[in-house]
């Protein structure tokens, strides 16, 4: 082993010090939650307590109730996803690129995102009724949306000198397309991927509490009304596992496709 | 000879009611190299994209080899002041889209022509201004190009290096003697360069300057005595009617 090896893998690295830097207050959280509890202060009776959790949780595993749930919850979201970004990104490049689809399109767009969601939902269960269709919609929707601003966005906000470059050094289509307009709006895209990914698990656990039978917003919703703290707990964590997944993803298709802009 | 003859005539530009250029004549031997100096926003920029055609003339005509430019042409070649690079595209995929055959050892021949061999794999971001302005040179040498247009390449670099890229690019306009116009604000990078100085002012184009120096130039009273005469034509062009050859 080389001496740099050696630095590298020591185990007070920065690498590894900022590796477990990030779930410090996540631990915090936790730690705090189970001192709370057992300290027994009685205003937090219906705060659930760790060991009550932990039996809920396993419960629910062992029930099939909650991997049942997840896995609704999950196809719905995946569903909404890939509807909702491929048309979002096929769309925004093609109002970007194109000032005839711009005219057409844009200020449709713009206008239909400002209202909210919840506002147009009666009108869609007219025609989806309020089973899952409906809640792929409005996910699809969420996801659309950013997806769509932040494409048009990045396309919109190409440097025109690239532009004129192309025309100069007399690029083709296929080549000012796939070698300029792709990857230079690629870094508005996936700040639009990140944000997508977040509306996605609003709309669908806003959906899913107003108009599901199964999923993890009905749960919520469910354990709201009956005010079955563990529940709403672990429904918290869950809620937490995926957000971070999200995270994950969104990083690596940043590490991957803007590996460009790393020094 | 590589460089083929520019010929400007008569050439009026206007953007609506703004008149940029009025009734421009100006004529380049193959080869030559000419610079033009004027100050910010006279227009210089918008006679360099005339001529490649990225802009259209109001009026009058330019003509490369005899013939007038009636499209963007791959023997003309542009390089702008901020290098225009494919941040996402390493070095040596930037220089093969200069290529008009998008051919990998012409670029790998630029490359090394620019000094910038062994980057290959690089990506922009890491190169410093000074080898972004070559890497935008070798892009735009690779296709052996007939006539080169620099617009202000060298204007945000620091001095020293400003003085290495001038080196650089004396070097390849004798190496293939392509025909060469250098906008600059810099009046000793017009006289260290050129053999030709045009200065531009009100919309017109004063008489060029003939500069007779040896190459490589140094700095000496000679080089103060053009370098005095382009900044009094700058300064006061109403005062000096129609400048007159130094020969
Ligand atoms: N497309 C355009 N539409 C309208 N006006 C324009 C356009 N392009 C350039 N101009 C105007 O033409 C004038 C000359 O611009 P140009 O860029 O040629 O100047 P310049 O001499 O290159 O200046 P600088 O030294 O600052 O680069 C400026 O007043 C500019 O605002
Ligand atoms: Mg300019």
């Given amino acids: ?88 990104y096929v769309l925004g490049m093609i109002t970007g690129l194109n000032k005839t689809f711009n005219a057409f399109l844009n200020t449709t767009v713009q206008m239909l995102r400002t209202i909210p969601m919840l506002a147009y939902q009666p009108i869609m269960i007219i025609f989806l009724g309020i089973g899952d269709e409906l809640i792929v919609f409005m996910v ?71 108009s599901g039978n199964s999923g993890l917003g009905y749960m919520a919703a469910r354990a ?18 995926f957000g971070k997944m999200s995270d994950t993803i969104a990083t690596s298709l940043e590490n991957y496709f803007l590996r460009w802009r790393k020094t | 000879m590589n460089g083929i003859s520019i010929e400007i005539k008569n050439l009026s ?18 080869g030559d190299f000419f610079a033009i100096v004027g100050k910010s926003g006279c227009g210089k920029s918008t006679l360099l994209r005339l001529i490649t055609y990225l802009e259209k003339p109001t009026s009058g005509s330019i003509l490369l080899d005899g013939k007038p430019v009636d499209r963007i042409n791959s023997d003309v070649r ?50 410093s201004g000074g080898q972004r302005q070559r890497l935008s040179l070798a892009r735009a040498i690779v296709g052996k190009p007939k006539v080169l247009l620099l617009d202000e390449p060298l204007g945000a670099l620091d001095a020293l290096t400003r003085i290495e890229m001038q080196q650089l690019i004396e070097k390849l306009w004798k190496e293939q003697r392509f025909t060469a116009v250098l906008v600059t604000h810099d009046v000793a990078e017009a006289v260290t360069l050129a053999n030709h100085v045009i200065v531009m002012d009100n919309k017109k184009i004063h008489k060029d300057i003939h500069v007779e120096l040896a190459r490589p130039r140094e700095h000496n009273r000679d080089f103060a005595y053009y370098e005095e005469k382009i900044l009094k034509y700058i300064l006061k062009p109403k005062d000096t009617k129609g400048a007159e050859y130094v020969i």
Avoid: C
């Avoid at chain 1, 730690?31 to 205003?43: D, M, N, R």
């Avoid at chain 2, 530009?13 to 193959?30: M, Q, R, V, W, Y």
């Fill in chain 2, 13 to 30: 530009k206007k953007f609506g009611e703004l008149s940029i250029l009025e009734d421009a004549n100006i004529s380049i031997d193959p």
């Fill in chain 1, 140 to 210: 699809s929707m969420g996801v659309f949306f950013s997806m769509y601003l932040n494409t048009y966005a990045g396309v919109q906000g190409l440097d025109k000198g690239l532009d004129e470059m192309a025309r100069v050094y007399g690029f083709t289509r296929r080549e000012y397309f796939f070698d300029v307009v792709l990857p230079g709006s690629m870094p508005n895209v996936l700040v639009g991927v990140r944000i997508a990914l977040g509306s996605m698990w609003m709309m669908l656990i806003a959906a899913e509490s107003v």
């Fill in chain 1, 1 to 88: 082993m080389t001496a740099q090896n050696t630095i590298k893998s020591h185990p007070f690295s920065e690498e590894n010090f900022l590796r477990a830097a990030q779930w410090i207050i996540p631990i915090l959280l936790v730690t705090l939650w189970v001192i709370s509890k057992a300290s027994a202060s009685f205003k937090l009776q219906l705060l659930p307590s760790p060991v009550s959790e932990i039996h809920r949780t396993v419960d629910m595993f062992t029930d099939g109730t909650l991997v049942d749930y997840v896995f609704v919850s999950a196809r719905r979201a995946f569903t909404g996803l890939i509807i909702g970004s491929v048309l979002g």
């Fill in chain 1, 224 to 241: 709201r009304e009956y005010l079955q703290m563990d529940r709403i707990f672990m429904i918290l964590f869950i809620y937490a596992f």
């Fill in chain 2, 78 to 127: 542009f390089v702008f002041q901020d290098a225009r690079i494919l941040l996402w595209k390493n070095v040596l995929d930037n220089v093969i889209l200069g290529s008009p055959t998008r051919s990998r050892e012409d670029a790998l021949w630029a490359l090394k022509a620019v000094g910038l061999e062994g980057r290959e794999k690089s990506w922009p971001i890491v190169l």
